[in-house]
Protein backbone atom coordinates (compact mmCIF):
# COMPACT_ATOMS: atom_id res chain seq x y z
CA UNK A 1 0.00 0.00 0.00
CA UNK A 2 1.04 3.50 -0.58
CA UNK A 3 2.38 5.33 1.98
CA UNK A 4 3.39 9.14 2.77
CA UNK A 5 5.99 10.15 5.86
CA UNK A 6 6.23 13.48 7.62
CA UNK A 7 8.55 14.96 10.12
CA UNK A 8 6.62 14.39 13.47
CA UNK A 9 8.00 18.35 14.58
CA UNK A 10 8.68 21.82 12.82
CA UNK A 11 9.73 24.74 14.79
CA UNK A 12 9.73 28.13 13.90
CA UNK A 13 10.04 31.61 15.00
CA UNK A 14 6.65 34.15 14.24
CA UNK A 15 7.41 36.02 10.99
CA UNK A 16 9.67 33.39 9.93
CA UNK A 17 9.41 30.65 7.32
CA UNK A 18 7.65 27.32 7.64
CA UNK A 19 8.29 24.45 5.69
CA UNK A 20 6.42 20.63 6.26
CA UNK A 21 7.70 18.28 3.65
CA UNK A 22 5.70 14.88 2.66
CA UNK A 23 7.91 12.18 1.03
CA UNK A 24 6.21 9.22 -1.15
CA UNK A 25 7.10 7.17 -3.76
CA UNK A 26 6.82 9.53 -7.10
CA UNK A 27 4.39 11.70 -4.72
CA UNK A 28 5.60 14.40 -7.75
CA UNK A 29 3.26 12.56 -10.06
CA UNK A 30 0.30 12.76 -7.61
CA UNK A 31 -2.09 15.27 -6.67
CA UNK A 32 -0.96 16.34 -3.17
CA UNK A 33 -3.26 18.33 -0.38
CA UNK A 34 -2.71 20.10 3.21
CA UNK A 35 -4.73 20.25 5.97
CA UNK A 36 -4.54 22.27 8.90
CA UNK A 37 -5.74 20.76 12.37
CA UNK A 38 -6.28 22.66 15.42
CA UNK A 39 -6.81 20.65 18.69
CA UNK A 40 -10.51 20.52 19.40
CA UNK A 41 -11.43 21.53 15.60
CA UNK A 42 -12.34 19.62 12.84
CA UNK A 43 -9.48 19.65 9.73
CA UNK A 44 -9.10 22.07 7.41
CA UNK A 45 -7.83 22.41 3.80
CA UNK A 46 -5.56 24.83 2.91
CA UNK A 47 -3.90 23.38 -0.09
CA UNK A 48 -4.61 21.43 -2.65
CA UNK A 49 -3.60 19.92 -6.30
CA UNK A 50 -0.30 20.76 -4.66
CA UNK A 51 -0.82 24.22 -4.80
CA UNK A 52 -3.46 25.86 -4.87
CA UNK A 53 -5.42 28.06 -1.86
CA UNK A 54 -9.21 27.47 -1.57
CA UNK A 55 -11.26 30.32 -0.55
CA UNK A 56 -10.50 32.03 2.62
CA UNK A 57 -6.87 30.38 3.30
CA UNK A 58 -4.47 33.54 3.68
CA UNK A 59 -2.05 33.96 0.87
CA UNK A 60 1.28 33.41 3.27
CA UNK A 61 0.07 29.56 2.52
CA UNK A 62 1.27 27.72 -0.83
CA UNK A 63 2.51 24.37 -1.59
CA UNK A 64 4.70 22.38 -4.43
CA UNK A 65 5.58 19.15 -5.57
CA UNK A 66 7.94 17.55 -7.20
CA UNK A 67 10.00 14.17 -7.74
CA UNK A 68 9.33 11.97 -4.02
CA UNK A 69 8.56 14.91 -2.18
CA UNK A 70 5.55 17.80 -1.54
CA UNK A 71 6.21 20.86 0.53
CA UNK A 72 3.58 23.33 2.52
CA UNK A 73 5.37 26.52 3.11
CA UNK A 74 4.06 29.19 5.72
CA UNK A 75 5.38 32.18 5.02
CA UNK A 76 5.45 34.87 7.74
CA UNK A 77 4.51 32.60 10.13
CA UNK A 78 1.70 33.60 12.55
CA UNK A 79 1.03 32.32 16.21
CA UNK A 80 -2.47 31.24 14.64
CA UNK A 81 -0.65 28.98 12.21
CA UNK A 82 0.52 26.90 15.06
CA UNK A 83 -1.22 23.41 14.54
CA UNK A 84 -0.87 19.95 13.19
CA UNK A 85 -0.76 19.44 9.39
CA UNK A 86 -1.27 16.59 7.27
CA UNK A 87 -0.35 15.84 3.63
CA UNK A 88 -2.76 13.60 1.64
CA UNK A 89 -2.52 12.54 -1.47
CA UNK A 90 -4.54 9.21 -3.54
CA UNK A 91 -3.11 6.05 -5.01
CA UNK A 92 -4.87 3.66 -7.27
CA UNK A 93 -4.09 1.22 -4.66
CA UNK A 94 -5.68 3.38 -1.92
CA UNK A 95 -7.82 5.91 -2.93
CA UNK A 96 -6.87 8.38 0.27
CA UNK A 97 -3.57 8.11 2.10
CA UNK A 98 -2.53 10.39 4.94
CA UNK A 99 0.64 11.47 6.06
CA UNK A 100 1.39 10.87 9.46
CA UNK A 101 1.10 14.67 10.50
CA UNK A 102 3.39 17.42 11.27
CA UNK A 103 2.67 19.54 14.79
CA UNK A 104 4.05 23.13 13.94
CA UNK A 105 5.33 24.96 16.67
CA UNK A 106 5.53 28.76 16.40
CA UNK A 107 7.80 29.74 19.28
CA UNK B 1 -23.10 26.73 2.60
CA UNK B 2 -22.51 23.09 3.02
CA UNK B 3 -23.18 21.54 6.35
CA UNK B 4 -22.03 18.17 7.89
CA UNK B 5 -23.05 17.08 10.81
CA UNK B 6 -22.18 13.72 12.52
CA UNK B 7 -23.88 11.95 14.76
CA UNK B 8 -23.26 8.50 17.32
CA UNK B 9 -24.25 6.88 20.43
CA UNK B 10 -20.78 8.44 22.26
CA UNK B 11 -20.51 4.75 23.88
CA UNK B 12 -19.95 1.72 22.49
CA UNK B 13 -19.13 -1.92 24.71
CA UNK B 14 -16.16 -4.50 23.39
CA UNK B 15 -17.52 -6.36 20.45
CA UNK B 16 -20.13 -4.38 19.75
CA UNK B 17 -20.82 -2.58 16.44
CA UNK B 18 -20.51 1.08 16.08
CA UNK B 19 -22.80 3.25 14.14
CA UNK B 20 -22.34 7.07 12.81
CA UNK B 21 -24.27 9.04 10.84
CA UNK B 22 -23.33 12.03 8.70
CA UNK B 23 -26.29 14.46 7.89
CA UNK B 24 -25.62 16.45 4.72
CA UNK B 25 -26.94 19.93 4.05
CA UNK B 26 -27.06 22.52 1.82
CA UNK B 27 -26.19 20.62 -1.13
CA UNK B 28 -27.28 16.74 -2.97
CA UNK B 29 -25.04 13.61 -1.46
CA UNK B 30 -25.92 12.29 -5.08
CA UNK B 31 -23.91 15.10 -6.71
CA UNK B 32 -21.53 13.17 -9.24
CA UNK B 33 -18.77 15.77 -8.15
CA UNK B 34 -18.30 14.73 -4.89
CA UNK B 35 -17.88 11.70 -2.85
CA UNK B 36 -17.92 10.92 0.59
CA UNK B 37 -16.00 9.36 3.55
CA UNK B 38 -15.20 8.56 6.93
CA UNK B 39 -12.02 9.71 8.75
CA UNK B 40 -10.70 9.42 12.19
CA UNK B 41 -8.08 9.96 14.91
CA UNK B 42 -7.31 8.18 17.90
CA UNK B 43 -6.37 9.78 20.85
CA UNK B 44 -2.51 11.04 19.88
CA UNK B 45 -2.37 9.27 16.48
CA UNK B 46 -3.07 11.03 12.98
CA UNK B 47 -6.00 11.36 10.45
CA UNK B 48 -6.48 7.92 9.46
CA UNK B 49 -9.11 7.61 6.73
CA UNK B 50 -11.15 4.34 6.69
CA UNK B 51 -13.50 4.84 3.99
CA UNK B 52 -15.36 6.21 0.82
CA UNK B 53 -18.40 6.23 -0.66
CA UNK B 54 -19.06 7.46 -4.01
CA UNK B 55 -22.20 8.72 -6.50
CA UNK B 56 -21.80 5.13 -8.62
CA UNK B 57 -22.36 3.29 -5.32
CA UNK B 58 -18.80 2.19 -5.18
CA UNK B 59 -17.03 1.73 -1.83
CA UNK B 60 -13.59 1.46 -0.72
CA UNK B 61 -12.23 0.94 2.80
CA UNK B 62 -9.08 0.78 4.48
CA UNK B 63 -7.44 -2.71 3.57
CA UNK B 64 -6.80 -3.46 7.60
CA UNK B 65 -9.93 -2.42 8.77
CA UNK B 66 -12.40 -3.99 5.49
CA UNK B 67 -14.13 -6.48 7.44
CA UNK B 68 -15.16 -4.54 9.68
CA UNK B 69 -16.45 -1.74 7.71
CA UNK B 70 -20.19 -0.90 6.22
CA UNK B 71 -20.21 2.89 4.82
CA UNK B 72 -23.82 3.54 2.86
CA UNK B 73 -26.34 6.16 2.05
CA UNK B 74 -29.60 7.07 2.34
CA UNK B 75 -30.40 9.66 -0.45
CA UNK B 76 -33.65 10.12 0.62
CA UNK B 77 -32.52 11.49 3.91
CA UNK B 78 -29.29 13.26 2.55
CA UNK B 79 -27.19 10.86 5.07
CA UNK B 80 -24.36 8.22 5.16
CA UNK B 81 -23.89 6.07 8.12
CA UNK B 82 -20.92 4.74 8.90
CA UNK B 83 -20.82 0.62 10.28
CA UNK B 84 -17.45 -0.68 12.47
CA UNK B 85 -18.45 -3.97 13.68
CA UNK B 86 -16.50 -5.89 16.82
CA UNK B 87 -14.93 -2.81 18.20
CA UNK B 88 -12.01 -3.14 20.32
CA UNK B 89 -10.42 -0.03 22.36
CA UNK B 90 -8.66 0.50 19.52
CA UNK B 91 -11.41 1.80 18.01
CA UNK B 92 -11.71 4.67 20.52
CA UNK B 93 -11.42 7.58 18.61
CA UNK B 94 -12.75 11.05 16.93
CA UNK B 95 -15.04 10.05 13.90
CA UNK B 96 -14.83 12.57 11.22
CA UNK B 97 -17.35 12.71 8.15
CA UNK B 98 -16.29 14.76 5.11
CA UNK B 99 -17.08 15.41 1.15
CA UNK B 100 -14.60 14.72 -1.19
CA UNK B 101 -14.33 16.02 -4.50
CA UNK B 102 -14.03 13.91 -7.09
CA UNK B 103 -11.65 16.20 -9.47
CA UNK B 104 -9.00 17.11 -6.67
CA UNK B 105 -9.17 13.85 -4.99
CA UNK B 106 -9.56 15.73 -1.51
CA UNK B 107 -11.89 16.27 1.32
CA UNK B 108 -13.20 19.88 0.95
CA UNK B 109 -15.84 20.16 4.04
CA UNK B 110 -15.76 18.21 7.32
CA UNK B 111 -17.80 17.42 9.90
CA UNK B 112 -17.27 18.78 13.48
CA UNK B 113 -16.54 14.96 14.68
CA UNK B 114 -17.89 12.21 17.07
CA UNK B 115 -15.98 11.31 19.66
CA UNK B 116 -16.59 7.18 20.38
CA UNK B 117 -15.41 5.34 22.96
CA UNK B 118 -15.59 2.01 23.29
CA UNK B 119 -15.69 0.62 27.03
CA UNK B 120 -17.51 -2.07 29.09
Known amino acids: SYELSQPSSVSVSPGQTADISCAGD??????TSWYQHRPGQSPVLVIY???KRPSGVPERFSGSNSGNTATLTISGTQAMDEADYYCQAWDTSTPVVFGGGTKLTVL | QLLLQDSGPGLVKPSETLSLNCSVSGGSISHKSYYWGWIRQSPGKGLEWIGSLYSSGNTYYKSSLKSRVTISVDTSKNHFSLRLSSVTAADTAVYYCARGVMVTRNFDSWGQGSLATVSS
Open chain 1, 49 to 51: QDS
Open chain 1, 26 to 31: KLGDKF
